[in-house]
């Protein structure tokens, strides 16, 4: 009999284990050039775009790349008390060099960033800094009063910093002070923590409607004949052949006020003609469009797992005497609950991220987080704020992916 401890070989000599060994390391590396392509065009395309861009909710080089002698100068800088001649001096001289360099205009949005009204001085003192003599903060003073005002230099400071808070405190309605203290924003200007709650209550609304919805047009699915279940099928996914804005367009034209829902609760007496809901540009709208075209996302995975489940199970629960509820509440739903989490966390992350429809039918009181990233990406420009917005929207929803993981289990998820 074999020692089972004792090695063995091939007809050639070599080891069965070295063998083996060698041909799973050329099964795997055959399988990882086989998908490297997609690999490195995720990595070109998807990965390395979403860090740079997420990276500048903390880094800002602009300043101190385009003025070193003025940052140099307002590192030891304590903020509190009045800057010193040489950073005036430092400032003059990177202000000429900003000008030569046609750099000022860069320069003058950063500090704009932090303190509103500063790009015109920038500017303004730029054109006339080549004409500037000692000593230098009187002449800065002297061609513009704000030069005067301690929270002008503060500004600049913050602005100095490559590496700052500023952005990702402004995106939760915080604000970075020269002193390093974190305080909250002016009253007027605090409206991300309102749009990040409103996000967040708009995306539980959505998904919570859409399993309300959806539950039981994928049971009716999933207990109808095969053919019958299929056209209903097709009836779920026929929304998927028609354009996300032709939809959210369609819901304008009957939701508003002489539109056709309003027409229709006219008709039934609902309300008056003259007191019709407003259904339209506002939370109530956003709702109503994001339920309706989230509903098949929510509708398939828990008809992918109803499908799987034997009527025999609800069978053999009604023969030992429970009742309809209690053999569906205690036997059926208990096995659909891998569809229900899947179609959840699909609709949840979709809805927290939408943009189109609260921007076409959200109005003032429907906007969303993903509306104000936008407004910062195309009209102000702010790619910093934007990008802060938008890592402090992904911390939301691993948050939350979390949350989904510890209370129900990735691993109980299921898509058929």
Do not use: C
């Amino acid at each position: 009999m074999n020692n089972f401890t004792e090695e063995n070989f091939s007809s050639d000599g070599v080891s069965l284990k070295k063998k083996l060994r060698r041909s799973l390391f050329k099964s795997k590396m055959r399988a990882f050039f086989l998908v490297l392509p997609l690999l490195a065009f995720l990595a070109i395309f998807f990965v390395i775009p979403i860090i740079n861009l997420l990276s500048q909710s903390f880094l800002d080089f602009r300043y101190a790349t385009l003025m070193p002698g003025s940052t140099q100068a307002l590192k030891d800088w304590d903020g509190k008390s009045f800057p010193t001649e040489e950073i005036a001096k430092a400032m003059v001289i990177d202000l000429i060099q900003a000008k030569k360099n046609k750099t000022i205009g860069k320069v003058a949005t950063r500090v704009n960033r932090e303190l509103s009204g500063t790009r015109s001085l920038f500017t303004k003192t730029a054109r006339a800094a080549n004409k500037m003599e000692a000593p230098y903060m009187e002449a800065l003073i002297k061609k513009d009063k704000k030069w005067e005002n301690l929270k002008t230099w503060q500004a600049i400071k913050i602005s100095s910093m490559a590496v700052t808070p500023s952005y990702l405190l402004a995106a939760v309605d915080r604000k970075y002070t020269a002193e390093g203290e974190i305080i909250q924003q002016d009253e007027n200007r605090r409206i991300h923590v309102t749009l990040f709650l409103r996000t967040i209550e708009i995306s539980v609304i959505v998904t919570l409607a859409t399993l309300l919805l959806g539950y039981p047009v994928a049971f009716l699915m999933a207990s109808l004949p095969l053919r019958t279940s299929n056209l209903l099928l097709i009836l779920v996914l026929l929304p998927f052949w028609t354009s996300l804005l032709v939809r959210t367009t369609a819901w304008i034209a009957m939701l508003q006020s002489s539109g056709v829902v309003n027409d229709l609760l006219v008709f039934l007496g609902v309300t008056a003609d003259d007191a019709r809901f407003s259904l339209i540009y506002n939370k109530t709208g956003t709702l109503i469009a994001m339920t309706h075209i989230l509903l098949p996302f929510m509708i398939l995975p828990i008809y992918s797992v109803m499908k799987t489940i034997s009527p025999s199970f609800v069978m053999a629960a009604k023969s030992m005497g429970a009742t309809n509820w209690t053999a569906f509440w205690r036997v059926y739903f208990p096995m659909t609950i891998p569809g229900v989490g899947a179609g959840a966390i699909l609709v949840f992350i979709l809805a927290i991220g939408y943009y189109i429809t609260p921007a076409l039918v959200g109005g003032q009181d429907g906007q969303m987080i993903s509306n104000i990233i936008d407004f910062h990406m195309r009209s102000s420009l702010n790619w910093n704020l934007a990008a802060a917005l938008g890592l402090v929207l992904l911390i939301f929803i691993l948050f939350f992916f979390w949350l989904y993981d510890r209370f129900v289990g990735i691993d109980n998820m299921k898509l058929g």
